[in-house]
């Protein structure tokens, strides 16, 4: 497996910012690129993009080594086999595509978390429309993101070989992604402390991702050892 951080060359940002990308998919076929292959090859790479003043940069987890079809732009690579320890303790952060699977139609259909849990608020209260909930009464945004976040990472914590630290979690940054104007994919971003419980379904996740959305940059757990 390889690590790789592609980022724009000393520069070249602008030209880089200039060519962001216009939506998931786009961006999804670019970084393709980076990874050629025949035809009805499966996505061996998860990835994530991050921003800093503009400039996109691209952490990606891969089978194969990238190469470097774009100009403009840098790549640093090297080997990823994570050495892990039972009760180490680790920075994370995460963009995840938090849905949970609701019963519909004798099949399970998948729901956003964040609307599921609205759903749940109003069933509650016997309310069809979040709207005719009173604004002074209802929990803001930014309170449901993060309790049905922790929620969907809490429970797949023992199963991904980690335990969470309730107090150092951040969930937010929750947003609906269109692609060709539909809202296809959403998305929120954790960030926190995280406490390593089974070291090799811990490193299975580092390489595979956790949750749904990997081609469109949702999944990639980045971590850093805790000084």
């Known amino acids: 497996m390889y690590f790789s951080l592609i980022l724009p060359e000393p520069g070249q940002e602008r030209v880089a910012a200039r060519a962001h990308l216009t939506d998931p998919y786009a961006e999804h076929q670019w970084l393709w690129r980076w990874f050629p292959a025949e035809a009805g090859t499966a996505r061996d790479f998860i990835y994530r993009r991050r921003e800093a003043d503009g400039i996109p940069r691209y952490y990606v987890v891969s089978k194969r080594h990238p190469v470097q079809p774009q100009p403009g732009w840098s790549l640093q690579c090297r080997p990823y086999d994570p050495e892990l320890a039972k009760g180490e303790r680790l920075a994370f952060d995460l963009r995840a595509n938090a ?28 309310l069809e429309q979040w709207s005719r909930w009173d604004r002074s009464e209802r929990p ?28 150092q979690l951040r969930a937010d940054a929750y947003v609906q992604h269109r692609i060709k104007g539909a809202v296809k994919f959403t998305s929120i971003d954790f960030s926190g402390e995280l406490l390593v419980t089974d070291p090799e379904k811990f490193k299975a996740v580092l390489l595979k991702g956790i949750g749904h959305a990997k081609a469109f940059g949702c999944g990639l757990l980045l971590v850093r050892r805790l000084v």
């Open 140 to 167: 803001p945004l930014y309170e449901i993101v993060h309790a049905a976040g922790y929620r969907w990472l809490a429970q797949r914590a023992e199963a991904c070989g980690f335990q969470l630290d309730e107090a």
């Open 99 to 126: 849905v949970v699977s609701r019963p519909a139609d004798g099949k399970g259909r998948r729901h956003d978390v964040v609307m599921d849990e609205k759903r749940r608020l109003l069933q509650e209260r016997g």
